[in-house]
């Protein structure tokens, strides 16, 4: 995989040499750059040479990654790692990353495929459960009428089913592919199996089909303005409640951070 950058503290450093520059996260790397600067860097990357994986990070990941390595690992060798969650881009704000903004994966892959469809790449939707990537596919279409959808799977993270997955996607010909396989089996999916599907750029999207085909309702955009996502996903996906205790650990842990100014 090729990255954007190595490691750099600087974020005026990096503003003049046009490339975003990175936070650490408690130890996790992440990007800062807006939607708008996300989506063209994707878009080059569909041009320069390599198979490029983005991750969508928030504070589960980041807890996450403390006690597993290689988790840690693919987020730090991904092309683009883009700051999904509010709690990520408060903890950036913090480092003095002042316009840091949340990239989450659901608008990152609405905002990717009009530009998709304008430059003719075609999309493979990959994961959710049986039914919601082909509902969701048939609403992006239709929303984006130039939009090409080489194709969806179901499948499973499961390696056993790995080779017939990569043969469906390289066969499709997508250019980008989105991996809703939850958090970390997506990102490992894909950082294991990108090149064999001969997609350029993939991205895991979480719960992202779910939204689009309208089996899961998202917050409303007041609510997201609030940055209170979580606690609205939490009201209508109660059994969320384990994972999101892991954000009690994570206030604890930034706010023993000193803030950088
Ligand atoms: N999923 C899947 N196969 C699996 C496990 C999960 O396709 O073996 C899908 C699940 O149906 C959902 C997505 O992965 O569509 C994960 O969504 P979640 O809301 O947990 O992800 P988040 O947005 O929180 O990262």
């Known amino acids: 995989m090729d990255r954007v950058h190595s490691d750099q503290s600087d974020q005026l450093a990096n503003k003049s040499t046009g490339e975003p520059a990175s936070a650490e996260v408690l130890g996790v790397r992440v990007d800062c750059l807006t939607m708008a600067e996300a989506v063209d860097c994707c ?7 390599g ?19 290689p988790f840690r ?7 683009l790692v883009v700051p999904d969650g509010a709690g990520i881009v408060w903890a950036m704000r913090r480092q003095g990353f002042v316009d840091a903004e949340r990239v989450t994966g659901i608008d990152l892959m609405q ?39 080489a194709g969806t799977a179901v499948g499973s993270p499961d390696p056993k089913h790995a080779a017939g997955l990569c043969a469906q996607i390289r066969e499709s010909g997508a250019g980008i592919l989105f991996v809703a396989f939850g958090c970390p089996a997506q990102d490992f999916w894909i950082q294991q199996y990108q090149e064999e599907t001969g997609a350029r750029l993939a991205i895991g999207v979480g719960g992202s089909f779910d939204y689009i085909s309208g089996a899961v309702t998202r917050a409303p955009l007041w609510v997201r303005g609030m940055n209170l996502e979580w606690c609205y996903r ?17 206030v604890w842990k930034i706010l023993r951070e000193k803030p950088r100014h």
């Not at 304008?118 to 048939?138: N, S, T, Y």
């Not at 939490?234 to 954000?247: D, E, G, H």
């Open 43 to 49: 878009m080059r990357f569909l041009k320069t040479a």
């Open 51 to 69: 198979h490029h994986q983005v991750v969508t990070v928030n504070p589960e990941f980041v807890m996450l990654a403390q006690h597993d390595a």
């Open 73 to 79: 690992s693919a987020i730090r060798n991904a092309s």
């Open 111 to 149: 905002a990717l495929c009009v530009r998709a469809a304008q430059e003719q790449v075609p999309v493979f939707l990959l994961g959710a459960a049986p039914g919601i990537a082909v509902k969701a596919a048939a609403i992006l279409q239709q929303e984006i009428p130039d939009l090409t959808v």
């Open 234 to 250: 939490l009201f209508r996906q109660p059994w969320r409640w384990r994972r999101q205790l892991t954000l009690i650990p994570y």
